[in-house]
């Protein structure tokens, strides 16, 4: 037996590598191979994981469900034939006694039906969060489910389960997509989500140091949206000094991806200057750090994100997100509206960057808030160790025989 993972996107890869590091644990004589269908699978070449097929960066960076322009795009860079040259790839390399995990939405999922092996499925890309609360309100009228029956309708549409029965094990996001989907005859498990692996949860909540506030900027990964996205950083938070009356330390959270001289340009325009320590403007300080994202979460007290998982990972430390939506392709409105929802009171969606400044403020100065936020995302993110958790019934299930 052999262990296929598939997985379509940066954050997917790096879910699958933790859980497959926590494999690797338990099995170190399992044969293991990755298909990313998104990007080049650097996750899992620094595991040492051979890839077996064809990689190729499209130009949606895999979310072409949020803009028609952007499939539009991806055909035209040769989506068609990557597929047909990855589905080609996977059925070469499996034999009949292997496994398929598949990390992702519906795509890896389909991939792991089209092998003809068992297969397990981790799902990310949706929550029942997106639109119901605890209590099985409806948070978002907007979609396909106002025109169906509310209370027996879920998140995943109704091919997507029947893709996930026909699986050994699914695992979901959250604890009430888990009970949803449980409800559909999937067997689903709560295992917890392996994004917040790695980190240390603070004890407590509020400000460590009222007189020092520490804030973290995450602009996102992908060139050129993280510039963008950056620019409108800048623009926020030259209106936090009007409204806050200590000095504040911002650390930038730039995937190795991003190239600096593109971001400390910017600084500059914005009247940041260099002293070889970092960049300082007036009683303010700013740090660049790439590689450095655990480190300055751990540290920073409240996040200012135009991100996807890294906003949920911060959130999951039980702090507070203010977000900023802006072009996209992938941090548009319409993401910022459902990572809201999924994220619930720990993220506050800032429509223009003029008003972060205000919005941080009120935070700040709300206690009983702040208390809401810490106990809301650890309830929604769940404690580390999925990973380990996850990869323990995979050997119970899927990897048996």
């Known amino acids: 037996m052999r262990l296929l993972c598939i997985s379509n996107g940066h954050g997917e890869d790096l879910i699958a590598v933790r859980i497959l590091q926590s494999v690797q644990g338990l099995l170190p004589h399992l044969e293991m191979a990755a298909l990313p269908i998104v990007g080049e699978g650097r996750q899992y070449q620094k595991l040492g994981i051979e890839i077996i097929g064809p990689t190729k960066q499209m130009p949606s960076g895999g979310f072409i469900y949020m803009d028609g322009q952007q499939l539009a795009r991806d055909l035209q860079g040769g989506l068609l034939q990557l597929t047909v040259a990855q589905l080609r790839a996977m059925g070469q390399w499996l034999r009949t006694d292997d496994v398929v995990l598949a990390v992702g939405d519906i795509v890896p999922l389909l991939f792991g039906w089209l092998s003809r092996c068992s297969y397990g499925f981790v799902g990310t890309a949706k929550s029942e969060y997106y639109v119901r609360d605890e209590q099985g309100h ?40 888990t009970r949803r989907l449980q409800h559909w005859a999937v067997e689903a498990y709560d295992a917890g989500n392996p994004m917040m692996d790695g980190f240390l949860i603070p004890a407590g909540h509020g400000v460590k140091d009222p007189q020092q506030l520490t804030v973290l900027l995450l602009p996102g990964s992908r060139a050129p949206e993280a510039y963008d996205n950056w620019q409108r ?25 991003l190239e600096l001289a593109t971001l400390t340009t910017a600084l500059m325009d914005h009247g940041w200057h260099g002293d070889g320590q970092g960049y300082r403007q007036g009683q303010n300080v700013l740090h660049i750090g790439q590689g450095a994202f655990v480190d300055y979460a751990q540290r920073a007290d409240v996040a200012i994100a135009t991100a996807g998982t890294a906003t949920e990972q911060f959130v999951g430390l039980g702090k507070p997100v203010l977000t900023l939506p802006g072009n996209g392709p992938q941090f548009t ?69």
């Open 138 to 177: 409806c948070l978002d009228r907007s979609t396909l489910l106002d025109a169906l029956d509310f209370q027996r309708t879920c998140v995943y549409m109704p091919w997507e389960r029947w893709l996930m029965r026909r699986s050994t094990c699914v695992f979901a996001r959250d604890g009430i997509t």
């Open 233 to 257: 950083l800048l623009r926020g938070i030259d209106t936090i000094k009007h409204h806050l009356s200590q000095p504040v330390t911002f650390l930038t959270a730039a995937t190795p991806s």
């Open 333 to 401: 409105h319409s993401f910022a509206q459902a990572q809201a929802r999924h994220l619930g009171p720990s993220v506050t969606l800032v429509e223009q960057p003029e008003q972060l400044g205000q919005t941080l403020a009120s935070i700040l100065n709300d206690p009983e808030r702040r208390a809401t936020i810490y106990k809301n995302g650890l309830h929604r993110m769940g404690p580390p160790g999925a990973g380990q958790r996850i990869a323990e019934i995979l050997a119970k299930t899927l990897l048996v025989g």
